[in-house]
């Protein structure tokens, strides 16, 4: 497995979660690494992506405020800390990488197993 999600879980309303990704090897530390989400019954989505440096990050629009990427290039993992919690931010939330960069899941061609997020009201 090269990108190990971790961390959702159940958790109520207006709640926080962070949810981590540890990249398998240093190949993924020049690469963007981000996350995406797909919800029930619906397309995969753009969440938020970070730079190789963690310089540069990226949000969907709705998610700008209420989400933060970070990441640790020391351990090759990034983070996705998750606020103000809403049932509609219940998903799968996918961790990915590529040499890519925007809210285009196409440009990113690394991807992780998913992690649960479910979000109670």
């Known amino acids: 497995v090269q990108l190990q999600a971790s961390g959702g879980g159940l958790v109520q309303v207006g709640g926080s979660l962070r949810l981590s990704c540890a990249a398998s090897?240093?190949?993924?530390?020049?690469?963007?690494m981000g996350w995406a989400r797909q919800r029930p019954g619906q397309e995969r989505e753009f969440v938020a992506a970070?730079?190789?440096?963690?310089?540069?990050?990226y949000y969907a629009d709705s998610l700008r405020g209420q989400f933060a990427i970070s990441r640790v290039i020391a351990n090759n993992t990034i983070y996705l800390q998750m606020n103000s919690l809403k049932p509609e931010d219940t998903a799968v939330y996918l961790c990915?990488?590529?040499?890519?960069?925007?809210?285009?899941?196409?440009?990113?061609?690394?991807w992780g197993q998913g992690t649960q997020v479910t979000v109670s009201s």
């Open positions: 990915l990488a590529g040499h890519g960069w925007g809210s285009s899941l196409s440009q990113y061609n690394s």
């Open positions: 970070i730079d190789w440096n963690g310089r540069g990050k």
């Open positions: 090897d240093s190949s993924f530390s020049s690469q963007a």
